[in-house]
């Protein structure tokens, strides 16, 4: 779908569906995404296309600060630290009621696509998945049970993308998610890539998991911002859920990396 969607509640959304979708009959996995600070539903296009391009259904709300500003994607989705709950650069100062918008959208959206068609007779309830960039990777990674009053039993796996983990870290939460993870970061994402190798991030969080670290990448690189990686991001998004969600072969995690990617790590 091209157009932007919108629940009875009024919160925005876009949907990436697979081809014949409206004939599936409780069989369609189901991703929710969500974006990053200052940056849109629409951000990760060529990902989340990816992904329905392969059979899963793929929703992503708007969330309150999206397209906060006025120039292009690059402006909105660096935004301004200052204006959510607390300081990116103080993860010791949040907690569970930081950003809890956010949790609020990717809850009442999954309720409306399992109680509304044409999503309500396609998904297969027994396979939902969470997704989330920057602080879209904190409230998939809150919502898959870094924060305890967040956490969401019906996501099966979460994919975490460049996520700001480090309230996590800090407050030694990370443990607690109890699904499949993958987080990817890059050589360049100076933010986020230490907390997941050097502050441990990847070493807490329990298997089955994954550490994928793309050579060169920085923080936008999982936006349409740069399209250099965006094949090995979404083949790699693909195989994981393939294998954590849907328990499918899924060859290419155990492959030798392409040169794209300078560290690879699973633990089942």
């Not at 790699?236 to 969600?245: G, N, P």
Request: hydrophobic share 40%; net charge negative.
């Amino acid at each position: 779908m091209d157009e932007t969607l919108q629940t009875n509640q009024g919160l925005t959304y876009r949907a990436w569906l697979p081809a014949g979708f409206a004939d599936h009959r409780h069989d369609v996995p189901l991703i929710l995404f969500s974006h990053g600070f200052g940056g849109d539903a629409e951000q990760s296009s060529g990902i989340t296309q990816a992904l329905a391009d392969h059979g899963y259904a793929v929703l992503a709300p708007n969330h309150m600060d999206a397209g906060r500003g006025n120039g292009g994607l690059m402006e909105r989705l660096l935004g301004n630290a200052g204006q959510t709950d607390a300081s990116f650069f103080k993860p010791d100062d949040w907690g569970e009621n930081s950003n809890t918008d956010r949790r609020a959208d990717i809850e009442a959206l999954l309720d409306h696509a399992l109680s509304h068609e044409p999503t309500k007779s396609a998904i297969d309830p027994d396979r939902i998945a969470v997704m989330g960039h920057s602080l879209g990777g904190y409230t998939a990674l809150a919502m898959a049970g870094a924060w305890q009053s967040w956490h969401d039993p019906r996501f099966k796996a979460v994919l975490a993308l460049s996520p700001y983990a480090a309230p996590f870290v800090a407050r030694k939460t990370i443990g607690h998610i109890a699904i499949p993870v993958m987080y990817q970061t890059g050589t360049r994402d100076a933010g986020i890539g230490p907390t997941l190798i050097r502050d441990g991030g990847y070493a807490m969080t329990r298997a089955p998991k994954y550490l994928l670290v793309l050579n060169g990448a920085g923080h936008f690189a999982w936006t349409q911002l740069n399209p250099v990686f965006q094949k090995t991001i979404g083949d790699y998004a693909i195989a994981f859920f393939d294998r954590e969600l849907m328990h499918r072969p899924a060859p290419l995690l155990e492959e030798t990396p392409g040169p794209q990617i300078s560290q690879y790590q699973h633990q089942p």
